[in-house]
T-cell receptor
């Protein structure tokens, strides 16, 4: 069974460019999470969806960041315009439900470098 | 506020036992997770505690005391491949879908 799939795995772009990160959660999972990881700040939750609806976007840094989940099998995280401080590893994770011990399963991450 | 504390780094010897501590102060609690993250890879699930006590899973065990806001991860018979970052995370009960708040992680180095 395929795990969480993310693309691209690596992205190098120049400041001011638009960046779109993509995620396909594990089939049947109804919660999806976007995280950012840096050495300085560790692993931070940016936004998460439940049944395709954004539940908590309090971690989204600013208006340059936006996320969508048009259906149960696809989500995007967009940065426009990108800045060097956005350089980080972006992880997508999914889990199976609301209550109980549902584990979050992480994708391999997208390593973003903004020059 | 939400605060999760772990030691930044630890070193141990192959074959030994190591205990990684985690303390938390959060506005709510609905379970504590431990994840392992090797350099350049994604975090992978190790254990989950929601009730007080010890959960054992092979060489790894995790303990929770809710009254003390304290957990530890115990790794026995250390192997070189256990060198990784270990992340403690608390589940926020006030958000549907299981929002996790992560600590900064403990970088464990296993020496021969």
């Amino acid at each position: 069974d395929a795990g969480v799939i993310q693309s691209p795995r690596h992205e190098v772009t120049e400041m001011g460019q638009e960046v779109t990160l993509r995620c396909k959660p594990i089939s049947g999972h109804n919660s999806l999470f976007w995280y950012r990881q840096t050495m300085m700040r560790g692993l931070e939750l940016l936004i998460y969806f439940n049944n395709n609806v954004p539940i908590d976007d309090s971690g989204m840094p600013e208006d340059r960041f936006s996320a969508k989940m048009p259906n149960a099998s696809f989500s995007t995280l967009k940065i426009q315009p990108s800045e060097p401080r956005d350089s980080a590893v972006y992880f997508c994770a999914s889990s199976s439900g609301l209550a109980g011990a549902e584990t979050q399963y992480f994708g391999p991450g997208t390593r973003l470098l903004v020059l | 506020g939400q605060n999760i504390d772990q030691p930044t780094e630890m070193t141990a010897t192959e074959g030994a036992i190591v205990q990684i501590n985690c303390t938390y102060q959060t506005s709510g609690f609905n379970g504590l997770f431990w994840y392992q993250q090797h350099a350049g890879e994604a975090p992978t699930f190790l254990s989950y505690n929601v009730l007080d006590g010890l959960e054992e899973k092979g060489r790894f065990s995790s303990f929770l005391s809710r009254s003390k806001g304290y957990s530890y991860l115990l790794l026995k018979e250390l192997q070189m491949k256990d060198s990784a970052s270990y992340l403690c995370a608390v589940r926020d009960p006030y958000n549907q879908g299981g929002k996790l708040i992560f600590g900064q992680g403990t970088e464990l180095s296993v020496k021969p």
